[in-house]
């Protein structure tokens, strides 16, 4: 995996020359570049960096999930085939393990908001087409009572540098959690749909950002999707004509996992 970034870089370095390296170290630490062992301008140790596992191969076009072949663009997996999505399309940049936990719960829990801009450069790469194709772009909201607790959404942290990477525009609230969940963790698909339902809602005043429009949601992990779906359904029900999603990792198998 080390190698191959490394070549990329090396491709990119040749190709764009110098005027972009400080970008590049965004995207690719750089250590990744240089192949030294130094831990990376942005936190993430090469050691670490390179075991993350990209998910830049072959993916299920509704939910992300990475295939072992490739089926050819646009194909879905047998569940996404089984229970359409209420979100229309999904990618996600890295797969949810030991590997890339630490660098998520970081930005989650430990104040490490100086991960972000890194992390929305690995969004913006592994969800290229949906980021283009969005007019708008939304996190997937705290309740207010966690947003105080916390300080801030790590998922509005990604969205916001990613919103100005790609000159879209940015609905830091466009969506609203009105009641405060219960923790995801531990429950089955459908619990986790019972869970989230009607959880989520666009304000009135909030509902000329979101018609008519292609809305991209962000989150920083996706279980089963329940909470980006119960999103995706507020969107489309406030007039969204299409809500793709993009997170910056997905656990493997959806079912039976907990986080
Ligand atoms: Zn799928």
Not at 99 to 110: G, M, T, V, W, Y
Not at 163 to 172: D, F, K, N, R
Not at 195 to 202: D, P
Not at 236 to 250: H, N, T
Request: net charge positive.
């Amino acid at each position: 995996m080390g190698a191959e970034h490394g070549q990329f870089g090396a491709e990119w370095k040749r190709a764009f020359g110098g005027a972009l390296r400080s970008a590049l170290d965004l995207i690719l630490p750089r250590d990744a570049l240089d192949g030294d062992a130094r831990v990376g301008a942005h936190g993430l140790p090469a050691e670490a960096w390179s075991r993350i596992h990209f998910l830049d191969g072959p993916v299920c076009d509704g939910c992300g999930a990475p295939f072992d072949y490739d089926p050819g663009p646009g194909v879905r997996c047998a569940p996404c085939m089984a229970r359409p999505r209420a979100f229309d399309a999904a990618r996600a940049a890295c797969l949810y393990d030991e590997a890339s936990r630490d660098p998520i719960l970081k930005l989650k829990h430990a104040d490490r908001t100086d991960l972000a801009p890194m992390l929305a450069r690995w969004l913006s790469r592994a969800a290229a087409e949906l980021v283009e194709a969005a007019e708008a772009i939304a996190p997937v909201p705290l309740h207010p009572g966690r947003l105080l607790q916390r300080r801030y959404n790590q998922a509005a942290e990604v969205a916001r540098p990613l919103a100005a990477l790609s000159g879209v525009s940015y609905l830091p609230d466009a969506l609203v959690r009105r009641r405060a969940t219960e923790s995801q963790g531990g429950k089955s698909g459908a619990g986790r749909r019972r869970n989230v339902a009607g959880a989520f809602h666009v304000p009135e005043r909030r509902r000329a950002q979101v018609e008519g429009r292609r809305i991209l949601l962000i989150d920083d992990v996706m279980t089963t999707g329940a909470t980006l779906e119960g999103c995706a359904r507020a969107l489309k029900r406030a007039g969204a004509v299409r809500v793709d999603v993009a997170v910056l990792a997905r656990v493997k198998e959806a079912a039976g996992l907990t986080i």
